[in-house]
């Protein structure tokens, strides 16, 4: 058996959680052959709640579960932490503005900056998943500057599924068909799912819908899929953002499959002209634990436009919280 490896999670009574704890230690992020421990982390408030959900991963017998350690401090729960899924952050309250919910969770996501760079493993892999993701993970690595900046990626491949799910649909494919998908940008409304450079059954998707359905359907589709479920369910998807955390990182650390990539937010580079060091999400290629920007992809005028509107918000996004940035 290999030497268990160190999760924290955070936000780990939420929704989210509720799904993914269990499959951290199911074996469907790092392997079947892999055990782990979990370091959770809540705020006091939770801390009763997040007892009950260690009682029902204590309750599964799960072979793969070494250890679990439940805590209110960040230094705690990422001590020695080999990877970290920022999850929990501060819902939008009644009246709040979005540069409200920015400042609430700049000043969280500062803090775990910090305690990552304090007490983490310096080959931690970090996934921002709570909102908004892209400028949280931004943050944070800020906030670290004895950590690898490229160990830290937000959540873009929720976006990624499910436009992969919408043009398996409208092709009347499966969704192993799909492949090359793209997400670039933000997690947010202004993202732009692409399919200039997707294959469905090796066929070039463009070719296989027509042109009005990409534009004002699967795009607005795709953008607003998170406030049709709460629409539907009445809560944020919980489910499928953990399957999709549980996709990112495993593809980071196994490897994506030949002739396909996957989309991450990371750290530009300053590839396809996108503001070096802004949080953004581009197709990556991921080999031995490290994910490489697929280049020379051609860009239309209609996919620049794109990219740059959400390339605008992020610069926003980031210009609103510059006094959290050292
Ligand atoms: P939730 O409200 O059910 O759970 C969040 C948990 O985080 C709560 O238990 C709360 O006590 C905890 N928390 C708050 N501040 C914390 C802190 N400083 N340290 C540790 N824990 C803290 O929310 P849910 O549904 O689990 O969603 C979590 C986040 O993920 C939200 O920000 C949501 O918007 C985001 N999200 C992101 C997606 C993506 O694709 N990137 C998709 C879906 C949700």
């Not at 999670?9 to 469907?28: C, M």
């Not at 969770?105 to 080959?123: E, H, M, Y």
């Not at 436009?163 to 499966?174: N, P």
Request: hydrophobic fraction near 40%.
């Amino acid at each position: 058996m290999k030497t268990p490896v160190r999760v924290a999670v955070t936000g780990a009574a939420g929704q989210i959680a509720y799904s993914l704890l269990f499959r951290i230690a199911a074996g469907d992020m790092l392997g079947r052959d892999q055990p782990v421990i979990l370091q959770l982390l809540e705020i006091p408030p939770a801390m009763d709640a997040l007892k009950g959900v260690a009682m029902e991963l204590e309750d599964c017998a799960f072979p793969l579960l070494a250890g679990m350690t439940l805590s209110d401090k960040a230094e705690e729960a990422f001590r020695d932490a080999d990877f970290a899924l920022l999850v929990g952050a501060r819902p939008r309250g009644p009246g709040m503005e979005r540069k409200d919910l920015l400042e609430a969770n700049a000043q969280i996501f500062s803090t775990q900056g910090k305690a990552l760079n304090d007490v983490a493993s310096r080959g931690i892999k970090v996934l921002v998943v709570g909102n908004p993701a892209n400028t949280n993970a931004l943050i944070a690595s800020r906030n670290a500057p004895d950590l690898d900046a490229r160990a830290f990626t937000s959540m873009t491949r929720l976006d990624h599924n499910r436009a992969i799910a919408q043009l398996a649909a409208k092709t009347g494919a499966e969704t192993t068909d799909v492949q090359r998908m793209i997400v670039w940008g933000n997690h947010s409304a202004t993202q732009y799912p692409d399919i200039s450079q997707a294959t469905v059954k090796g066929k070039a998707a463009p070719d296989l819908v027509p042109r009005d359905w990409y534009e004002k359907e699967f795009i607005p589709t795709v953008q607003q899929r998170g406030a049709a479920i709460i629409k539907a369910r009445g809560a944020s998807s919980a489910a499928s953002a953990a399957s999709s955390a549980i996709d990112h990182v495993r593809d980071w650390v196994m490897g994506t499959p030949d002739g396909d990539w996957v989309s991450m937010g990371i750290p530009s580079d300053g590839s396809y002209g996108i503001e070096e060091g802004l949080m953004y999400s581009f197709p990556v290629t991921c080999r031995n634990g490290e994910y490489s920007i697929v280049q020379d992809l051609s860009v239309d005028e209609f996919s620049r436009s794109m990219m740059q509107a959400t390339e605008t918000e992020l610069r926003e996004e980031r210009d609103g919280v510059a006094h959290l940035l050292p």
